[in-house]
C-alpha cells in the first residue's frame, strides 16, 4: 500500500472531513496520497473555504488535492466558485475524472 486515491463522492461534512484527516495521516506517513472530489463532496469545497477550515487548509497546503470533477461541479453549480480555489478541475471521463488514470499508475481506489 504506497499509493492512496481517496474519491470522496458524499455531500456530509463529516465524512468528508474523515477523508481529510486520513489523507493527510498517510501522506504524513509517507504513502503517496491523492483527493478527487466528485459526486456531491463538491459543494463542500465552497463551504470549507469560506469557513476557512483548518484541516482542510492543511490538506490543500500539503497538495493532497489532485482534482474536482468538472460534471458534478456544473451540476452542484459550484463549477464557477470551485475553478478559482486553485485545485485542478478534471472531467476526461465523461466529464468525471476518470479512475483508470489513478488505477494504471498503481492508486488503490477508496470511494465514499
Do not use: W
Amino acid at each position: 500500500m504506497n499509493k492512496i486515491a481517496f474519491f470522496p463522492f458524499k455531500g456530509e461534512k463529516m465524512c468528508f472531513m474523515h477523508v481529510l484527516i486520513n489523507a493527510i495521516d498517510l501522506h504524513e506517513k509517507g504513502v503517496d496520497t491523492k483527493i478527487i472530489v466528485e459526486g456531491e463532496a463538491v459543494k463542500l469545497i465552497k463551504v470549507l473555504e469560506e469557513e476557512e477550515n483548518k484541516v482542510y487548509l492543511k490538506t490543500k497546503e500539503l497538495g493532497l488535492f489532485d482534482s474536482i470533477c468538472r460534471a458534478c461541479s456544473a451540476q452542484m453549480g459550484v463549477l464557477e466558485y470551485n475553478e478559482k480555489t486553485g485545485i485542478p478541475i478534471k472531467g476526461n471521463a465523461n466529464g468525471h475524472p476518470a479512475m483508470y488514470d489513478y488505477i494504471k499508475d498503481g492508486y488503490e481506489i477508496i470511494t465514499l
